[in-house]
């Protein structure tokens, strides 16, 4: 019963912006996690950003100071600032949730050209 739906996916060149939405919707317990996965061709899986209900975040090595992860409670909404993007940030990208379960979105391309 749980769906999540991103948005803000597209085409950048280098050194540009691009910020990603995930809206939750359903039954959501009220303390959870969400993030953001990332995914490239040929290549495994990797957490990007996460963020917990009382707002504490990570971030990979590879998107510090670049990359802001936020979410509104509220909402059950996450979102992902990218900044100063680079050709190998180009990936599927994927929000997750984890309450009492672990939920997928469908993911989003994300493409950077230099």
């Known amino acids: 019963q749980v769906q999540l739906v991103e948005s803000g996916g597209g085409l950048v060149q280098a050194g540009g912006s691009l910020r990603l939405s995930c809206a939750a919707s359903?039954?959501?317990?009220?303390?959870?996690?969400m993030a953001w996965w990332r995914q490239a061709p040929g290549k495994q899986r990797e957490l990007v950003a996460l963020i917990a209900t009382g707002g504490s975040t990570n971030y990979a090595d590879s998107v510090k100071g670049r990359f802001t992860i936020s979410r509104d409670n509220a909402k059950n909404t996450v979102y992902l600032q990218m900044n100063s993007l680079k050709p190998e940030d180009t990936a599927v990208y994927y929000c997750y949730l984890r309450d009492r379960n672990v939920y997928w979105g469908q993911g989003t391309q994300v493409t950077v050209s230099s």
């Open positions: 359903g039954s959501i317990f009220s303390i959870n996690v």
